[in-house]
């Protein structure tokens, strides 16, 4: 749970393989936007800025 105002963050431990498996980011099924200057997307964490009620 985050609280409203709060920075979000999360998390995952990607797969290993041979090739390297692709990762991707989805909210309700829609890519995450990575030019919203709110949201930092890389492989293992997402940090949505500031959240709204």
Do not use: F, N, Y
Not at 18 to 44: A, F, Q
Request: hydrophobic share 30%.
């Amino acid at each position: 749970m985050v609280a409203v105002g709060e920075p979000a963050v999360m998390e995952c431990q990607p797969p290993r393989g041979h090739p390297e498996p692709t990762i991707s980011w989805k909210k309700d099924g829609t890519p995450l936007d990575d030019k919203d200057e709110r949201i930092t997307v890389s492989i293992r964490r997402v940090l949505c800025g500031e959240l709204h009620g």
